[in-house]
């Protein structure tokens, strides 16, 4: 189901989650509002859920653990507020995570280390805190890895060193501290 670029307004009907044999559903750039609905978690062939640039209110839904097929989650460039959801440990299929652009708050949820399939990592412009999580190391698959424009703290974990397929990697506009670790040195793709 692919309605990006009509100029749709108003909420997204709770009535979408009787679609239950979807795949994907694309709804970017648009002018959509109101809260993400919960009746989202009842797609559970969801392959693409690509909500983007819309004006979407509220927090992240935590059923959307429920989509256990999910390869792509976008909600980034909303309004959307609240804290990352601890909705990861379902949801090990993720290649891309895009969450940046919002208002999210408080610290990146160490469940993030079990998406060991992400290829793309985006939660910046947020206003995130707290540091960054050392089971990053875990996400040996990841190319993109974009933090900036947030509120976190510490140090630059070292253990970014063994992300060697990173060829992206933003950390400016934080509150980082220390000195960079000198295993970045292993990151020979970095662009």
């Not at 974009?146 to 992300?163: A, C, D, M, R, Y």
């Amino acid at each position: 189901l692919n309605f990006s670029f009509t100029q749709l307004t108003g909420p997204i009907p709770t009535e979408i989650g009787n679609l239950t044999n979807l795949t994907s559903l694309f709804l970017q750039f648009n002018k959509l509002n109101g809260t993400i609905p919960s009746t989202l978690g009842n797609l559970t062939n969801l392959k693409n859920l690509t909500l983007p640039e819309n004006e979407l209110t509220g927090i992240i839904p935590t059923e959307i653990q429920s989509l256990t097929n999910l390869t792509s989650l976008s909600l980034y460039n909303n309004q959307l507020t609240g804290v990352i959801p601890q909705i990861f440990n379902n949801l090990t299929n993720l290649q891309s995570l895009a969450l940046s652009g919002n208002k999210l708050t408080a610290s990146i949820p160490t469940e993030i280390g079990n998406l060991t399939n992400l290829i793309v990592l985006n939660l910046g412009y947020n206003q995130l805190s707290g540091q960054i999580p050392n089971n990053i190391k875990n996400l040996t698959n990841l190319t993109s890895l974009v933090l900036h424009n947030n509120q976190l703290t510490g140090f630059i974990p070292s253990e970014l060193g063994n992300l060697i397929n990173l060829d992206q990697l933003f950390l400016s506009q934080n509150q980082l501290i220390g000195s960079i670790p000198n295993t970045l040195g292993n990151l020979n793709n970095l662009t």
